[in-house]
Antibody, heavy 124, light 113 residues
Framework: QITLKESGPTVVKPTQTLTLTCTVS??????????VGWVRQPPGKALEFLAL???????RYSPSLESRLTITQDTSKNQVFLTVTNLDPVDTATYYC????????????????WGQGTLVTVSS | DIVMTQSPDSLAVSVGERATINCKSS????????????LAWYQQKPGQPPKLLIS???TRESGVPDRFSGSGSGTDFTLTISDLQADDVAVYYC?????????FGQGTRLEIK
């Protein structure tokens, strides 16, 4: 069974840096054709793609947030990390990690399954 | 970026009836070499993470009831839910993965009338 679980601080102050961890099980992060992405959802609002990382450490970012995001992975620990710098109250959201899709051994950028998400509140 | 626009923003349908949700992309998400549409649909129930329903615009994921169907090509897509059940109450999102600049629609809230 494939599962993902997000962890990190629940409250951070404006201007601070947030680091979230996604711990995966049931698959290996360095298996060819795999990857993990991060998506966030402000309360009552829509989903927003943030970043993704493939099995070979290739990364992709949302253009609007790229300057503030860093995604990395530690395959030995089955963990993917997302760092968001210079936080603002508008960054308050539930942050999800999810496995990227795979079709016949090729990775595609849909998300399945998702973790339960972690709510991060940015407030002084 | 490819902008995904869903319509309507919300709809209410009676149990047993059909619900239709539309998704329009600002540019084609049809990859000509494979003739595949890089379009996914998700269902998000209250308090839960999204769940993948459909990939490639019309391929249902394992375990998804056949009441859910996806159609369309190029820039215009539809998610149809037949024989609506009370358990289908959720927000539905489309997502394009044609570009690595992944984008979602704004969501359509489905309620029971």
């Amino acid at each position: 069974q494939i599962t993902l679980k997000e962890s990190g601080p629940t409250v951070v102050k404006p201007t601070q840096t947030l680091t979230l961890t996604c711990t995966v099980s049931g698959f290996s992060l360095n298996t060819r054709g795999g990857g993990v992405g991060w998506v966030r959802q402000p309360p009552g609002k829509a989903l927003e793609f943030l970043a993704l990382i493939y099995w070979d450490d290739d990364e992709r970012y949302s253009p609007s947030l790229e300057s503030r995001l860093t995604i990395t992975q530690d395959t030995s620990k089955n963990q993917v990390f997302l760092t968001v710098t210079n936080l603002d109250p508008v960054d308050t959201a539930t942050y999800y990690c999810a496995r990227l899709g795979n079709n016949d051994g090729t990775v595609y950028n849909w998300f399945d399954p998702w973790g339960q998400g972690t709510l991060v509140t940015v407030s002084s | 970026d490819i902008v995904m626009t869903q319509s309507p923003d919300s709809l209410a349908v009676s149990v047993g009836e059909r619900a239709t949700i539309n998704c329009k992309s600002s540019q084609s998400v049809l990859y000509s070499s494979s003739n595949k549409n890089f379009l996914a649909w998700y269902q998000q129930k209250p308090g839960q993470p999204p769940k993948l329903l459909i990939s490639w615009a019309s391929t249902r994921e394992s375990g998804v009831p056949d009441r859910f169907s996806g159609s369309g090509s190029g820039t215009d897509f539809t998610l149809t839910i037949s024989d609506l059940q009370a358990d289908d109450v959720a927000v539905y999102y489309c997502q394009q993965y044609y570009s690595t600049r992944i984008t979602f629609g704004q969501g359509t809230r489905l309620e029971i009338k």
